[in-house]
């Protein structure tokens, strides 16, 4: 959420960001509400103020034994006009808080400016992609051949966007979970966590998909509670209304969680094989951290994210999202795409992104500086990695000429561990 008193004193720069992220929100109409608010605050501050006066009053004519009659028929009036105005200054505050909480953060200001994803700019590369001597398979063909879905079964029990992993599919998966999990926890430093894939209103909203983003969400209305889309939304939120010390952070959380997504809009896009789910895996990568170190840290987080990539033997770019691809909740974001040889396309594997304060603000996450101030941490996020598009990568990159699939190296272990099999083919022999 963005600060009422920096949106009031910087009115013409959240004007200028929240257009760089083709927002509407208009921002005279918070003004107009917040001022009227002010005011009648102000006038409601001042009749209590001459309440206290003219009870002291009133005390001290019946002390003496005098008549007050008067005074408490002007106290009565004071205290009826209170009640209404409180009646309108909660109305007010009310609708000042849903327009805020449907405004997007404001983009930061190294971000590229542009209305969609065609503005992205290219950040870097890692290795090469790779060539093949014969005509490489795509993800779909290579599941088939190998029989590791089933997503016409998926697609029976729960419709479209719902895989079935099946036997050694499930195995690899499975293990190459295991093997990001146990990376970022040895390698990184960070703790993990096991949350709930069902959460409240009120955590969703702290993370931002609500109120503006509901309709992509997957809601149980009997108990008002949501599938989660992200770990980002139950991890961030581990923290909420609390005050940390400074000498907590930063703290590094990563967790491994279904994520569940409507994706209401998406019809039609990117539907085959593993490429769009509504029901996916994803490991998460979470930091709350010192507000002055932020950026810093967003850098390392994308560090720690193309590890996995780079452990992989997958080859990747690093693109810094335009202000009109960014996220709502996103001041800043590197997406990590993969390279898909049979499909013959970058797919996104991984966001990473720097919400600054905005998330800190909805969820109310502070620490106490070492002055003894209480402030807002920074939150940051990132996938690392998102499980199907890293399994398509992995499929086409290391197909061969019969369609077999060899390991990347840092899978065999935990493979051989699942399977009891020293075959480093993804098959069960």
Known sequence: MLDLKFIRENADFVRIGLAKKNDKVNVDDILALDEN??????????????????????????????????????????SDQNKELANQISDIEKNLEQLLLRAPNIPHDSVPVGKDETFNKFVRECGKAITFDFEPKDQVSLIEHNNLLDLNRGAKISGSGFPVYCGAGAILERALINFMIDFHIRKHGYREMGVPALVNRKTMTGTGQLPKLENDMYHVDEDDLFLIPTAEVPVTNLYADEILSHANLPIKMVSYTNCFRREAGSYGKDTRGLQRLHQFNKVEMVRLVHPDISYEI????????????????????????????????SAKTYDLEVWAPGTGKYLEVSSVSNFEDF????AYIRFRDADGKVKFVHTLNGSGLATPRTFIAILETYQESDGRIRLPEVLKPYWALMTGKSSWYVELT
């Open 359 to 362: 998330q800190a603000r909805r």
């Open 37 to 78: 608010r002010r005011k009648l605050q102000f006038t409601f501050d001042n009749n209590k103020a001459q309440q206290n006066k003219v009870s002291k009053d009133i005390a001290q004519i019946k002390k003496e034994g005098g008549n007050a009659e008067n005074l408490l028929h002007d106290m009565q009036v004071i």
């Open 298 to 329: 967003l850098e390392e987080m994308t560090n720690d994210a193309e590890e996995i990539l780079q452990a992989l033997g997958l080859h990747y770019r690093v693109m810094m999202l335009s202000s009109g691809d960014l996220s709502f909740a």
